[in-house]
């Protein structure tokens, strides 16, 4: 059976293939997605995911605004990475994809209560719907399967040398979710960084031959540019999509039980994740932790899923 799914996102051009993965692929059932401040305005994200439904002919799925910044602190958007827009690159159409009336946090509890099954959440932008969502709606715990999330690293950070970009954002969200006692699984930029949209890559998603595929070729070619501009890296990280290929195919990835704890205070490391991977702290594992990824099984499921929607439209 299909496993139901709540996407929270930022798009961002990894979450717009996160989008369309989870839309193309018979092993999820998507419910809803809802939109939060990060790679750029929410006001820009939310219109990026009905742009992106829009282009992919995703209809049926409520899309709905969130927070327009963490819980603490400022907004800070990756326009470095993601341009102005939060999804430069491809022109796209005006959206026909509707907006939802409800906002984010409406959305996210009443497709909770009402699913008949514990539905799984996906984030993969900054954690603060997700907290807020607990903060004001703690009786949706029980109704949360497992929280699947692309945040943070084992290693290393790509917003400051310590923190990764999502963690980095809204650190006292992250906090929340990680000490919440829910399931969480956290994919980061340690198992990221191995899934490379390099040319021979875009060359494959080009090669499928639909306005669909080209259009996706265009975001892949501008977030690899972005990449290789910033980062000296030969393409770019999809780092979103990981979460859904894990629910799709758990064999895709290796995990390992620790404890992670947000930092919330250092002076150079605000926003870190620090993964107890070695079991020093002796703190009892409070998430999965995604280490190895099956690289062409992840590309597999990125094409299948822009040929299958590509020839839906066609
Ligand atoms: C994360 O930050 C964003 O820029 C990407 O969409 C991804 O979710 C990677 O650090
Ligand atoms: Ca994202």
Redesign the pocket.
Known sequence: MATPVILD???????AFNILLAAAHPAIDLLAITTVA??QTVAKTTLNARRVCTAAGIEGVPIAAGRDRPLHGPVRV?AS??GESGLDGPGFADPTVPLDPRDALTLLHDTLLTHPEPVTLVP??PLTNIAALLLAYPEVKERIARIVL??GSTDRG??TPAA???IHCDPEAADLVFTSGLPVTMIG?NA?HQVLATPDVIARVEALGTPLARVCGEMLGFFSDRYREVFGLPGA?L??PLTVAHLIDPELLGCVRAHVAVELHGRHTRGATVVDLHRVTGQEPNAEVATEVDVDRFWDLITGAVRSLGDRQS
Not at 9 to 15: F, N
């Open positions: 996102c930022d798009p961002g051009h990894d979450d990060g790679n990756a990475i993601h993969t932008g692309m945040g790509n917003t990764e970009f999502n930029l990221s990280p780092h979103d």
